[in-house]
């Protein structure tokens, strides 16, 4: 038997491993500036708009292709072994990632393929934290483990963006550097405490359903990204044929993938846990809400690194450090809420916090969408300190319920699969939030840039030749906390105009405050659909299954309820034999036809 401690020696180091993972991702995301600027990569850039876009979702799109694949292979060679080996793959790539010798577009090469190599690490983490969790705990306190787990998580990516602010200031390697002691004691830790306590299922690897998985999935995110691009003269790349191609042929290898699932004997994508409606929808809320945080993230670092933050006097330098700090209560609202959730979830049921929580995520998306672009802080920080709530009241709740609707020989595969849609709806929420985004500001940017820059005196046509330029470059300069009118206008025009217009030109304030518009344009469209997308992922949430699944953790308090109930049953039985004792027969009793029926009580009674 294991020793008492072990369970929370299994949630401290799994706990570590998801924290490392999660943080690493957004690390990345604050500090792209610094990054850009250390590796001489200019954001305007004709094409570099890729290099920004695969920084940021090939970490993403690689671990939401692989966690169902390693989930599958812990279930069949062991989830602590696959674990153990994320660790120090995710160790290794930290110290690579920090040695980029490289500058320009190469420089950039280098930091993504060794960023795709280390989620291959971070996916084997995040696969199997959650099985190696579920078998060390007991039923009861496996919502109560889960939530710290998932919170940390989920605050990890929130962390990150504080951590990557500091860092950044200081030396845009020192992102990665953060990473390796940490990883170092997270891998020697794990290999000497970590053993496996679940089920292992033997099992041969599903070949064609992992490529096409893979394929098809890779395919269709990556077209995604593309999508986000301009082509042909269009604001964006919809229209492309490389980009078409990735979304019929990626949805139509997914296709064959489904049927593929049906006929092997050992799939890696066990489709017959979706017959579970608490599995089924439990993952629909996962994806819907990862979609709405997501984009939620990316619109705040928008909102705040490229508008907000320099209106307020912020160098351009100095914003992704304060944008980390300023987002800091939507972090505490993850801290505050998601242990106490996974806790009273344990008592009350999962079904209700989960739902609850998408709820109030959707209040604290209405009243952001109800602020001016240039909002007053204590409001706009009440409402993501409400918003991070929501999102801890959900994470915990909705994967212990995902968790205990699979029979114990499947968790691994189950904890993949509710990692890829949670990580697939991060990639999603670029794709989908950027591209409404983008279409906001091209029906406004234009006439705000033409307006704006004729305004202090630059010529009507150089400024209907900025404000035909595709929004997104646009976008991404404000994501990037880069004031580009400098780069677009040029020396000439800026030496031609008066000191005091060329020095506003290129001040804080005004290129947030022309873009400040159209994007809140942008952002009233996004906030509604984060708003849709809660709502009806709350709603999923209420849904369960009718029966329990054999196996389940469902299965056995439905079992055990019914052993009580048996038992209680016997114990009413022997209550009764003591109350009314009955003498035992010793003989069959004579029948009573043709008896007289005596009238001595104690005859009667005999």
Request: hydrophobic share 50%.
């Amino acid at each position: 038997m294991d020793h008492p401690r072990y369970k929370w020696i299994a949630l401290s180091n799994t706990t570590l491993g998801t924290l490392l993972a999660t943080i690493n991702s957004s690390i990345v995301l604050i500090s792209l500036p610094a990054i850009f600027k250390g590796i001489k990569v200019d954001p305007l850039g004709a094409g570099n708009v890729s290099y920004l876009l695969w920084m940021l979702m090939g970490y993403m799109l690689v671990t939401a292709v692989l966690v169902v694949t390693l989930g599958r292979m812990g279930d069949m060679y062991g989830r602590v072994k696959i674990y153990n080996a994320g660790f120090a793959i995710f160790t290794v790539c930290s110290v690579i990632l920090s040695l980029d010798p490289f500058n320009g577009g190469s420089g950039a090469l280098w930091l993504i393929g060794w960023r795709v190599l280390q989620a291959v690490g971070g996916a084997m983490l995040m696969a199997n934290s959650a099985a190696i969790i579920t078998d060390a705990f007991p039923t009861r306190q496996r919502g109560m483990a889960l939530g710290v787990n998932i919170v940390s998580a989920l605050a990890g990516s929130f962390i990150g963006l504080v951590l990557g602010g500091v860092l950044a200031e200081w030396d845009w390697r020192s992102i990665f550097w953060v990473n390796v002691p940490v990883g170092v004691i997270g891998t020697i830790w794990a290999y000497r405490s970590l053993h496996d306590t679940g089920v292992r299922r033997k099992a041969k690897i599903d070949w064609w359903g992992n490529a096409t998985f893979a394929i098809g999935l890779t395919a269709l995110l990556a077209a995604i990204t593309y999508g986000i691009q301009p082509y042909g003269g269009h604001t964006m790349g919809w229209t492309n044929p490389w980009v078409l191609t990735g979304l019929i042929g990626g949805t139509a290898v997914l296709v064959a993938f489904g049927f593929i699932e049906t006929k092997v004997a050992e799939p890696m994508f066990p489709l017959k846990l979706f017959r579970n409606l608490a599995f089924t929808s439990g993952n629909a809320a996962n994806l819907l809400a990862s979609i709405a945080r997501g984009g939620l993230q990316f619109m705040l670092i928008i909102w705040l690194q490229g508008i907000w933050l320099p209106q307020h006097g912020y160098t351009y330098e100095s914003t992704p450090l304060w944008a980390g700090i300023y987002l800091v209560p939507m972090t505490i609202g993850f801290l505050v809420a998601g242990p106490l959730a996974g806790f009273l979830s344990d008592k009350f049921g999962p079904r209700l916090f989960a739902s609850g929580g998408l709820v109030v995520m959707a209040a604290s998306f209405f009243g952001l969408l109800l602020l001016p672009g240039n909002f007053n802080y204590p409001v706009f920080a009440v409402l993501i300190f409400v918003n991070g709530l929501g999102g801890g009241l959900f994470a915990a709740p909705n994967t212990s319920l995902v968790m205990s609707s699979v029979p114990a020989n499947m968790r691994g595969a189950a904890s993949g699969m509710r990692a890829t849609f949670q990580n697939s709806g991060m990639v999603l929420s670029i794709g989908v939030f950027f591209s409404l985004m983008v279409a906001g500001l091209a029906n406004s940017l234009p006439g705000s840039l033409s307006s704006g820059l004729t305004a202090q005196g630059v010529p009507a046509a150089t400024a209907n030749t900025i404000a035909q330029l595709p929004p997104v470059g646009t976008l991404f300069a404000a994501f990037l906390g880069f004031n580009p009118i400098s780069q677009l206008l040029g020396p000439a025009v800026l030496g031609a105009l008066p000191q005091a217009n060329a020095a506003k030109l290129t001040g804080l304030e005004f290129f947030p405050q022309l873009i400040s518009k159209p994007f809140h344009d942008g952002l009233v469209i996004v906030f509604w659909l984060a708003i849709a997308m809660a709502l009806v992922g709350a709603a999923a949430s209420l849904i369960k299954d009718r029966k329990p699944v054999a196996g389940t953790e469902t299965e056995s308090a439905a079992v055990e309820q019914t052993g009580e109930f048996i038992a209680h049953e016997a114990e009413l039985q022997a209550e009764l034999a003591d109350a009314v004792p009955v003498a035992p027969m010793t003989a069959i009793p004579e029948p009573l036809e043709d008896k007289v029926v005596p009238d001595d009580p104690a005859s009667l009674t005999k």
